[in-house]
């Protein structure tokens, strides 16, 4: 199947789900994308800054960008004045930052808290506490040009069903409680996202808002480019 065609495969799947498709872009060329793009896709998810700033600067306008990758502090200025979500919110010094740079571009950013779900100790995230710890903090009450609005998981690399439905289960759980003690009055805290291309089913089953799929719409990553 064309790319094209793939993203209409998961755009028909989602459609009667309270699902969206973030297409994982890292290492693709343009060419791929304005594929996709022609095809009606418009959220896109990149890993790394450069590539996203360079990706970014050639391609429409009205692509909603989210960088789903590890992001350090000193890169947030460049993806600052245009990026939609930040899904990779591991700690509050990034946090700070990312307020920061939002304020200086005179916009409020879209923020995941990434939570660590997996069984892995090369994933990043925080635990439930070091979540509630940054939203009691008077430094995030503070912030003015962020906007939480949910929650991101990586799953363990497995094909065990079982562990990948727990963890899921867990991100979800995790939803709803900081839903109910920090976001109950908030509508825009609705997102949950998790699942990619090897579980995304699973994830859809357990409640997720936004599958990330790179492989199965592209192929295989070239990671020499």
């Known amino acids: 199947?064309?790319?094209?065609?793939?993203?209409?495969?998961?755009?028909?799947?989602?459609?009667?789900?309270?699902?969206?498709?973030?297409?994982?872009?890292?290492?693709?060329?343009?060419?791929?994308?304005?594929?996709?793009?022609?095809?009606?896709?418009?959220?896109?998810?990149?890993?790394?800054?450069?590539e996203m700033t360079a990706k970014q600067e050639n391609l429409p306008a009205d692509i909603e960008w989210h960088l789903i990758g590890h992001l350090q502090t000193n890169k947030v200025k460049y993806i600052a004045p245009f990026v939609h979500t930040i899904q990779s919110v591991d700690s509050l010094k990034l946090l700070q930052e990312i307020d920061k740079q939002a304020g200086k571009n005179n916009r409020v950013i879209n923020c995941?808290?990434?939570?660590?779900?997996?069984?892995?100790?090369?994933?990043?995230?925080?635990?439930?506490?070091e979540a509630r710890a940054i939203l009691h903090s008077a430094e995030y009450n503070a912030m003015q040009h962020i906007s939480i609005t949910g929650v991101m998981g990586i799953a363990t690399n497995t094909t065990a069903k079982i562990q990948l439905t727990k963890e899921f289960r867990f991100l979800k759980s995790t939803f709803l409680d900081l839903k109910k003690e920090f976001f109950a009055q908030t509508e825009a805290f609705k997102e949950i996202s998790m699942g990619m291309s090897s579980d995304y089913q699973l994830a859809i089953a357990e409640g997720s808002t936004m599958i990330r799929v790179g492989s199965s719409i592209f192929g295989a990553r070239n990671y020499n480019i």
């Not at 459609?15 to 959220?43: D, F, H, I, M, W």
């Open 1 to 50: 199947m064309s790319i094209a065609q793939k993203i209409a495969y998961f755009q028909e799947q989602l459609q009667a789900t309270n699902c969206r498709l973030v297409a994982v872009s890292k290492t693709q060329p343009t060419e791929a994308l304005l594929e996709a793009y022609e095809a009606g896709q418009r959220l896109f998810g990149e890993n790394k800054v450069q």
């Open 112 to 129: 995941l808290l990434q939570l660590y779900i997996a069984e892995e100790e090369t994933k990043f995230g925080l635990s439930p506490e």
